[in-house]
Nanobody, 124 residues
Framework: QVQLVESGGGLVQAGGSLRLSCAAS????????MGWFRQAPGKEREFVAA????????YYADSVKGRFTISRDNAENTVYLQMDSLKPEDTAVYYC?????????????????WGQGTQVTVSS
């Protein structure tokens, strides 16, 4: 049974920081790209960041570039999202996901397994 569990969400003031974690179990994910997506109320789920299997390549949405950092620890089967200089528009439920198939890294449909999400709320 594949399981992804996010943690680290919460309420923070604008300009603050949060670090999200995603722990994977049930399969060895060290060979796969992992990504973060987010979904705000009334909006589509959108790509935030992705990291290849080794951590040597990272990808970001333009809206978070320079503020968010994705990383991974394959020994711990965990991926992280460090979020700095948070803005109210970053408020959303954040999901981590695993991409098994060779496909585009920033498309929701490319990912095969998803976590349950963690709420991030940024107050102004």
């Amino acid at each position: 049974q594949v399981q992804l569990v996010e943690s680290g969400g919460g309420l923070v003031q604008a300009g603050g920081s949060l670090r999200l974690s995603c722990a994977a179990s049930g399969r060895t994910f060290s060979s796969y790209t992992m990504g973060w997506f987010r979904q705000a109320p009334g909006k589509e789920r959108e790509f935030v960041a992705a990291i290849n299997w080794s951590g040597s390549r990272t990808y970001y949405a333009d809206s978070v570039k320079g503020r968010f950092t994705i990383s991974r620890d394959n020994a711990e089967n965990t991926v992280y999202l460090q979020m700095d200089s948070l803005k109210p528009e970053d408020t959303a439920v954040y999901y981590c996901a695993v991409k098994i198939r060779p496909s585009t890294y920033n498309s929701r449909s490319s990912y095969d397994y998803w976590g349950q999400g963690t709420q991030v709320t940024v107050s102004s």
